[in-house]
């Protein structure tokens, strides 16, 4: 089989040998296999890409009896994190059409009959930094035929999987599963360890089941943090048994999640896990000491007076044993390695204007900007004392600098420059900008998430190491259950390709991605995931009748 135009010289080179005719004629195979070439590398429809893939132009068929097999992985399993993945995988392939497909009518070479997954870790353990790298090979030829995956970890193979059921087409001739463009060699890792999202639950309340689904959905572009921004000024919705009255700040009673509910979505409960057996880190938010005037609903102490709420107040001591409260019970759930403890939009007039707060601040000689220092820096000796690094947002490196604990990872939202100021203090890094990579601002448009660079002005190779990655946000003044993920896709997956793909990899002209983008966001909806059209600005409606690969 000709599979690149390297094989096609080299074939008219010795057939030249032969004659002049034999090489004219190699000469046409040869003009017909390049320009294939050229066509099919426009159809690679797989989504974020691959940092290496070879492949041909041969079919295979699905069997009907799709096997998973794992002899020779050191992983055991226990839990069925694999097994239910490629359950997952393989109903989802099949649930865009009613399968029709007869085996026995087809020649057996051409039948696919399982797939061949070997993990070498024995461990089940999420973290940041755990190996996320896989390799699938699907061969043209063999008996039996099976594809296979390999990787160091079993959350590698999950994203082995999620490519694998890329490849896969529904074929409407034989209506059934054929994998086109076999043979495959796909060997592929992320270019940066955090690929976030992050939810708001406290501007509009989220049903369990939306945000597992958005879960979902993260796996199919690779993302493996759900930032769960769970409470703000304007509700607080979370059940916390340390604590039980800070959820009288949720708008409404059915409007709460309890402790359970957090635990099922985020770790283990009997088996029955969410986020982790899918690959996803779920980082917690609580934003301090601004954004939590709803706290005070419940424990009113917390507020500086009755007329100004918010910030809370830094002269009470109750104030700083909830939140080591509020902690100790995140660590029994979240337990990735970071918490994110905020830090922005602290307006200190509240403490200064408050007769109690005001005297506390001038014995302890104190104004309004050393008393938010103290406070950041306070709340952050309360996190690393229950193991957790933490993350604040720019605003606390934009005051306080190296003052912050060496342990923080500083989440840029605003300046253009301060990714690069943060690393060249020795500080770690996540970017979202809001210019580009706000679901919320609906003008952000597909083009703009794909090209924002994490990395811009940061050459230095150990400054480059300490930026983590990047996150995508959708704040929630205007999102609810309604329309979520019409607002994160198909936008969030042009970012995701940014932090999964290797640099060189990437396009310099967004446009040269916009078809395979624009598959993506159909194989979305095909999975029934509400994508919209990457025409127009954030989450709107098609403008008129067409093929969803053209809006």
Do not use: C, M
């Given at each position: 089989m000709l599979k690149n135009n390297t094989d096609c010289l080299l074939s008219c080179c010795r057939m030249g040998r032969r004659g002049l005719e034999g090489m004219f004629l190699w000469y046409l195979v040869c003009i017909f296999v390049i320009s294939a070439n050229a066509i099919d590398i426009k159809h690679l429809n797989i989504w974020p890409m691959p940092k290496s893939v070879s492949y041909g132009y041969g079919n295979l068929h699905l069997s009907n009896e799709f096997e998973l097999r794992t002899d020779g992985s050191k992983?055991?399993?226990?839990?069925?994190?694999?097994k239910d993945?490629?359950?997952?995988?393989?109903?989802?392939?099949?649930?865009?059409?009613?399968?029709?497909?007869?085996?026995?009518?087809?020649?057996?070479?051409?039948?696919?009959?399982?797939?061949?997954?070997?993990?070498?870790s024995p461990s089940d353990e999420l973290q940041h930094g755990t190996d996320e790298s896989y390799k699938l090979h699907v061969p043209a030829q063999g008996n039996p035929l099976y594809a296979?995956?390999?990787?160091?970890?079993?959350?590698?193979?999950?994203?082995?999987l999620e490519t694998f059921s890329q490849v896969c087409h529904y074929n409407i001739s034989s209506r059934?599963?054929?994998?086109?463009?076999?043979?495959?060699?796909?060997?592929?890792?992320?270019?940066?360890?955090?690929?976030?999202l992050l939810i708001d639950t406290s501007r509009h309340y989220l049903p369990v089941p939306v945000i597992k689904k958005v879960i979902d959905s993260m796996t199919y572009a690779k993302l493996n943090v759900l930032h769960w921004h769970i409470v703000d000024t304007q509700s607080f919705p979370l059940e916390l048994p340390s604590y039980p009255k800070l959820w009288n700040g949720a708008y409404s009673i059915p409007e709460r999640y309890s402790f359970a509910d957090a635990e099922e979505i985020v770790r283990q409960v009997n088996r029955h896990f969410y986020a982790k057996r899918?690959?996803?880190?779920?980082?917690?938010?609580?934003?301090?000491?601004?954004?939590?005037?709803s706290w005070g609903v419940g424990y009113p102490a917390l507020w500086p007076s009755k007329d100004c709420k918010q910030p809370l107040d830094v002269s009470n001591e109750f104030t700083f044993k909830l939140i080591d409260g509020i902690l100790a019970d995140f660590s029994k759930i979240f337990k990735y390695k970071f918490v994110h403890l905020g830090g922005d939009e602290v307006n200190t007039s509240c403490w200064e204007t408050t007769p109690h707060v005001k005297k506390w601040l001038h014995k302890n000689h104190m104004n309004g900007s050393k008393a938010y220092e103290y406070f950041v820096l306070r709340a952050q000796k309360i996190a690393l004392s229950h193991g957790y690094d933490i993350i604040n947002w720019e605003e606390t490196f934009?005051?306080?600098?190296?003052k912050l604990n060496p342990k923080t990872v500083v989440h840029n939202w605003l300046g253009s420059s301060v990714a690069q100021n943060v690393v060249k203090a020795g500080l770690r890094c996540i970017v979202s900008n809001q210019d580009s990579w706000y679901l919320d601002h609906l003008d952000a448009l597909w083009q703009g998430f794909y090209l924002n660079e994490p990395l811009t002005n940061i050459t230095d190779p150990k400054q480059q190491a300490l930026v983590l990655g990047g996150e995508v946000c959708a704040w929630a003044e205007h999102i609810d259950a309604s329309d979520i993920e019409q607002t994160i896709w198909p936008r969030a997956a042009a970012a995701a390709e940014r932090l999964w793909t290797p640099y060189d990899k990437l396009a310099k002209d967004p446009e040269k991605v916009k078809s395979r983008l624009s598959y993506f966001r159909c194989l979305l909806n095909q999975r029934g995931v509400a994508a919209a059209p990457l025409e127009g600005l954030g989450r709107e409606a098609p403008v008129e009748p067409a093929s969803c690969y053209l809006q």
């Open positions: 992983f055991a399993d226990a839990s069925s994190i694999l993945a490629f359950k997952r995988s393989i109903d989802i392939v099949r649930s865009t059409h009613v399968i029709e497909f007869n085996a026995s009518k087809v020649d057996p070479s051409l039948v696919l009959k399982g797939i061949h997954i070997v993990v070498s296979h995956i390999e990787a160091k970890t079993v959350y590698g193979a999950l994203h082995g059934g599963i054929q994998v086109h463009q076999v043979p495959w060699t796909i060997a592929d890792q992320p270019r940066f360890s955090y690929r976030g899918r690959g996803i880190n779920v980082l917690a938010e609580i934003d301090v000491p601004g954004h939590a005037e934009n005051n306080f600098g190296k």
